[in-house]
């Protein structure tokens, strides 16, 4: 079946440095693969993506890279600040774009 | 301007009653999905609706019943309550489903 799940449930780093979340997935066929992050109190807000045809791509301090023959994603973070802090999960894309399937979530936790 | 809006934010009621949850967008988006997070936190997708047809019907107890008058809203019935169903609901809505954007969500809490 399907799952999309995390190796880790809480990840404390310090300010400054760099942080990676790990995902793994199960789903082949999944056009796209998403981060999203949670802070408390909110909804989950898109990070970014990649197509599963990439093996990187790269935003504004962050980083995601897929690699395709161990089924596993990656979030890397440059320089975490406190605003950092949050649950960030990642998800699949499946079904032609219609369905989202998200992973069980990471608790990043940025000390000063 | 919030783009996708939820109310209420917090819901505590009893168990047998039925309650509505409501979701508007103002993003002009022709897909919007409805979503439970529970205790742990995990985001399971419930129903996804695309200009009003409902496209998307995950294993929902048919006490759950998503009505969209028209492409901006969709709202949520939730009838016979039980304590199982408390947990936070996301409405969101894209155009492109990698790129949805989540409400605030709601905390439904039955006791």
């Known amino acids: 079946g399907e799952s999309v799940g995390l190796h880790l449930p809480t990840l404390s780093v310090q300010e400054g440095d760099n942080s990676i979340i790990n995902c793994a997935y199960s789903?082949?066929?999944?056009?796209?693969f998403i981060w999203y992050k949670q802070e408390s109190g909110k909804g989950p807000q898109f990070i970014i993506d990649?197509?599963?045809?990439?093996d990187k791509r790269q935003g504004q301090r962050v980083t995601v890279l897929l690699n395709k023959t161990v089924k596993h994603l990656s979030l890397q973070i440059a320089a975490t600040q406190p605003g950092d802090s949050a649950v960030y999960f990642c998800?699949?894309?499946?079904?032609?774009?219609?369905?989202?399937?998200f992973g069980t979530g990471t608790q990043l936790k940025v000390e000063l | 301007d919030t783009a996708v809006s939820q109310t209420p934010k917090y819901l505590v009621t009893q168990m047998g009653n039925d309650k509505s949850i409501k979701c508007e967008q103002n993003?002009?988006?022709?897909?919007m999905y409805w979503y439970k997070q529970d205790s742990k936190k995990f985001l399971k997708i419930m129903f996804s609706?695309?200009?009003?047809?409902?496209?998307i019907n995950e294993t929902v107890p048919n006490r759950f019943s998503p009505k969209s008058p028209d492409k901006a809203h969709l709202n949520l019935h939730i009838n016979s309550l039980e304590l199982g169903d408390s947990a936070v609901y996301f409405c969101?809505?894209?155009?492109?489903?990698?790129?949805?954007?989540f409400g605030q969500g709601t905390r439904l809490t039955v006791v």
């Open positions: 789903n082949s066929a999944s056009d796209y």
């Open positions: 993003l002009g988006h022709d897909t």
């Open positions: 969101a809505s894209s155009q492109e489903e990698r790129k949805a954007f």
């Open positions: 609706y695309n200009n009003k047809e409902l496209i």
């Open positions: 990649i197509r599963s045809n990439m």
């Open positions: 998800a699949e894309v499946t079904g032609g774009g219609n369905k989202l399937t």
